[in-house]
């Protein structure tokens, strides 16, 4: 049995990261030369660590399925990015971020990887505005910040409801300067298939060139999965259409644990389902909870429309419950407090699953204080409106215009309609303090990997825990890995391990291709969503669980014998690259729903109906599972468990409160 | 039958670069108002799969007009009829029962065609690559806050910075000029004292490799700008203009 070595560096916690940086093996610059490393994806983790890698002077190879590294899915990051830099002097210090993080966590974060997270969040906000990435400024000429939720000071820093964008372009400029300069080398249009593993090690990766089909295969001394999260197991979510586990899922049967499958964020503010059509949701920022409230009428099944409910007729329910928080409570749980209302006959809209998001307050209070700063002393109601829209729109017009085109209701004037919704994963590969999976010499970065978020990640920590990974953690880390690699000459593709690799990659897209069957890979992907939806989602219980094992087992089998796959194999066939992913989260899915069967308690993001409080709350189990479940796949629906202990040294671990 | 829409679509079908393609008429029927122009497209394409057709390849990814990667030309005018919206967020509220609705590719020949709707944008990467950056290595900044930037110049700088690199602007304009794409970046640069120190250098690397790529000239028609879905300014392009011509003036 492989025991788990998190390798995490002596010492005291904030003396760790700083000891380790001064002491890890380096590499130096004339070996870095002949060191060839992989970067599969192009996101914030992937694009700054190929660039910062580059830049250091190793030889990088990045890989991306999008016509451009720039589509990477980290560009839809809404809200913004923390950073413990108290430029607001409201008390905000590394400490407090880290304490935050795993609080938010619900205490199933590593100590040691979210301290080294909240001391380099600084640098990240250094970095972004020297490349030019235009944060949000205040008259002063200096950066703005606002509120996120789980948190009580002002550390997030944004560009308007774009700054996942604007991060991630400043990275791919960095990225496209490398590849200019000719040290990176750009695959887009490329999806990777497999890792290439020789005596136990990574040394490549198989992929497959969308436009051609042709099967490639790519030598490295280290590869790096920087490729998202797996949140479009459910189908629907906020996530891309094209963002996939696979990469991740090739590396877990190759041999790297996958960690905490079953952690998954449900996000409490996307606009909801509209009908069947439906292909994907999107997300309306948290940072929309700064300024609007949450509310659903107070009478059952009220029909009237909203702007008709007087004000003591609507229920704040977050303000009411967690009065220290209000509307800015975790996500977890602003989620279940609006399906607790949904499901207790509140809801509004046709649907009845929603609850509103109202701006009408914000939009007041704005404009009186625009009255103030303009000297106007009787400003009318019409004027205070329309100064209070501008201030609003200023701040998130993109997200009020998206609200309008996706609904065709102008969310200046009536409340917004929004629901609970998949949107990110805080699980993912294990990896250790170095950022590197069970697998030597494969590491993942980012969303990919499981290690700073717990059970449930706060909001403007994902573009943080992305940039801290490939910018200021990867750079040092992988020199302990690629020091002792000096010696190893770049390989020969020609070897047994690859060809053989590529052909089992080859046997499988034949085999998808050669079943044609009646159904279109979407079927297979909506029931799939639907079980994990309804028995994996919000609420869980071991009785659904188990039930949905079997019946994801049996939809695996249906879909090896009846999906029907259009097209060549050697064309652009998406068809074909859509069946390779859900053929895999159709695997993952299963271990989703082992994870959350396996873990007897609720923590975050995972609510098991059999452990709450009496009001309602997720009742954790300390003395049993204070553990990261870290899970290595031995044949096909058979995955082993591994436990790393989780140790709490520094913060005193209790029941999570906001109220 | 989610809704009541009836339509004609008339798309372009073309299986790679070397081969011509052809418009091909298809009928989809009971189309929601709800739907976003992508997810009509999603319904006939599983219908072309189950009648054992080949499906319209398309570009898309993040379906909230953020990535960039939807094109599609609907009724001669890049993203459709409507200002400021991508592909991917423009409804079918917008059409009509019983319209016809034409489907290009993106058509340039710096942009050729891939599959169907699908074209090669890389040239807009290269373009970046060729000077669309500060030359900052990881770990050389100073602290953030060291260098005020008065709001207006961060507000203008953030607005050239929304592009999303789609390529309307291209598409729109009858030369198939990428002056609106490139303009985008050279402002927000040089809006920002970060990258002032190489505007000079960048304006000519950038546009030279614009020029290289094949894309066309200027001529001042303001399609791109009408057509952008991010809403990128003309003024973009009289600033690259001021910054290439006192760079090539300069230049030693």
Known sequence: MTKLDAKIPEGALADKWTKYR???????????????????????????????????????????????????????????????????????SVFRLFYDTIKGGDYRAREANVHRLAEVSGSIIDQCVAQGVPFAREYGGLLSNRSFGGTQVQRTFYAAGQTGQQLLLGAYSSLQRQVGMGNVKMYTRHEMLDVVTIDGK??????????????????????????????????????????????????????????????????????????????????????????GRIWVPKKENDTRKANEIPEDERDYYLERRYPAFGNLVPRDIASRAAKERCDAGFGVGSSKMAVYLDYAAAIIRYGKGEANKNNMHNPSDEEIQAMGKAVVKEKYGN??????????????????????????????????????????????????????????????????????????????????????????????????????????????????????????????????????????????????????????????????????????????????????????????????????????????????????????????????????????????????????????????IAQRSYK | MEGNLNLTLKIWRQKNASVAGKFETYQVSGISTDMSFLEMIDVLNNRLIEEGDDPVAFDHDCREGICGMCSMYINGRPHGPNRGVTTCQLHMRSFQDGETITVEPWRASAFPVIKDLVVNRSAFDRIIAAGGFVSINTGNAQDANSLPIPKEDADDAFAAAACIGCGACVAACKNASAMLFTSAKISQLALLPQGKVEAAKRAEAMVAQMDEEGFGACSNTGACEAECPKGISLENIARMNREYFSATFSSK
Not at chain 1, 78 to 92: E, M, P
Not at chain 1, 225 to 241: E, R
Not at chain 1, 576 to 589: S, W
């Open chain 1, 202 to 291: 990574a040394r490549g990766i198989i992929a497959r060139d969308s436009v051609t089909g042709a099967l490639e295969r790519h030598f490295g001394h280290a590869v790096l999965l920087c490729t998202g999260g797996y949140g479009n197991v459910f189908y629907l979510s906020t996530n891309a259409m094209g963002s996939n586990v696979t990469a991740a899922w090739k590396a877990h049967k190759k041999g790297a644990f996958f960690a905490n499958p079953c952690y998954t964020q449900i996000h409490p503010t996307c606009i909801p389902v509209s009908g069947d059509h439906q292909s994907k949701l999107t997300l309306m920022s948290e940072s929309l909870r700064n300024d």
């Open chain 1, 22 to 92: 001064s002491s890890v093996s380096l590499v130096n610059p004339a070996n870095k030369r002949s060191l060839e490393i992989i970067v599969v994806g192009s996101g914030l983790a992937g694009a700054s660590a190929a660039a910062s890698l580059a830049e250091l002077g190793y030889k990088v190879k990045v890989f991306c399925f999008q016509d451009s590294p720039r589509r990477a899915h980290s560009i839809a990051a809404q809200g913004g990015i923390n950073a413990a830099k108290n430029y607001q002097n409201d008390g905000d």
């Open chain 1, 399 to 652: 997200l009020f215009d998206m609200y309008k085109q996706i609904t065709g209701e102008d969310p200046y004037e009536v409340p917004m309609r929004i629901y609970p919704a998949v949107h990110y994963t805080m699980g993912g590969l294990w990896v250790d303090y170095n950022l590197m999976t069970t697998v030597p010499g494969l590491y993942a970065l980012g969303e990919a990997n499981f290690s700073d978020h717990g059970a449930n990640r706060l909001g403007a920590s994902a573009l943080m825990q992305g940039l801290a990974d490939g910018y200021f953690v990867i750079p040092y880390t992988i020199g302990a890995y690629l020091a002792a690699e000096i010696r190893t000459p770049s390989m020969s593709t020609d070897s047994e391990d690859f060809v053989a690799a590529e052909k089992a990659v080859r046997d499988r897209l034949e085999t998808l291709m050669n079943i044609k069957g009646n159904k279109p890979v979407d079927y297979f992907h909506k029931r799939l969503g639907k079980i994990m939806w309804d028995e994996c989602g919000m609420a869980r219980s071991a009785e659904g669980l188990k039930a949905s094992i079997k019946e994801i087992q049996a939809l695996q089998k249906e879909f090896w014998s009846d999906v029907k796959i259009p097209g060549e194999i050697d064309n652009l066939n998406p068809e074909l690259e859509k069946a390779g992913r859900v053929a895999d989260f159709l695997e993952l899915g299963e271990l989703m729903c082992i994870d959350a069967l396996d873990r007897d308690e609720s923590c975050g993001g995972h609510f098991r109906t059999e452990f709450q409080t009496e009001d309602g709350e997720a009742l954790r189990d300390d003395e049993k599972y204070a553990y990261v479940a870290a899970w290595e796949y031995e044949k096909q629906s058979s995955f082993k468990l591994h436990k790393e202990e989780l140790k709490y040294e520094n913060i005193k």
